[in-house]
Nanobody
Framework: QVQLVESGGGLVQAGGSLRLSCAAA??????????MGWFRQAPGKEREFVAT????????FYTDSVKGRFTISRDNVKNTLFLQMNSLKPEDTAVYYC???????????????WGKGTLVTVAS
C-alpha cells in the first residue's frame, strides 16, 4: 500500500508560481518502481491529466495546456514528486492530485494510488 500526501497549494495571482510536492509513504518508490503523475479537477469538471513521469525520469509527458509552464520531477531517494508551476493562469485553478501507477499512463482510471489533493487557486 502507498499513501500519497500533496502539499504546496494555495492562492496566487495570475502569472505567479507555485511548487507542489507529493510525499509517498508505505511502500516506497525504491521497493517497487512506480510511475507518478499529476492530475487536476476544476469545479464542475472531470479529473484531467496534467503531467506524468516514469521511474527513471527519462520519460515525461504533459497535457498541451501546461507545456512550457509546468515541470514535473521526482526524487526517488526522498520518495517525493514535484510539480513546478509557472506563469499560472486562472484556468489552472483546480484541486491537484498526485497518483502512482505501475506503468506510465495519462489515464486516471489506470492509476493505482491517489492522494487527497491540494487546492490551487489562481486569481485574475
Amino acid at each position: 500500500q502507498v499513501q500519497l500526501v500533496e502539499s504546496g497549494g494555495g492562492l496566487v495571482q495570475a502569472g505567479g508560481s507555485l511548487r507542489l510536492s507529493c510525499a509517498a509513504a508505505g511502500r516506497t518508490f525504491s521497493d517497487s518502481p512506480t510511475a507518478m503523475g499529476w492530475f487536476r479537477q476544476a469545479p464542475g469538471k472531470e479529473r484531467e491529466f496534467v503531467a506524468t513521469i516514469n521511474w527513471i525520469g527519462d520519460r515525461i509527458f504533459y497535457t498541451d495546456s501546461v507545456k512550457g509552464r509546468f515541470t514535473i520531477s521526482r526524487d526517488n531517494v526522498k520518495n517525493t514528486l514535484f510539480l513546478q508551476m509557472n506563469s499560472l493562469k486562472p484556468e489552472d485553478t483546480a484541486v491537484y492530485y498526485c497518483a502512482a501507477s505501475r506503468y506510465i499512463t495519462a489515464a486516471p482510471n489506470e492509476m493505482d494510488y491517489w492522494g487527497k489533493g491540494t487546492l490551487v487557486t489562481v486569481a485574475s
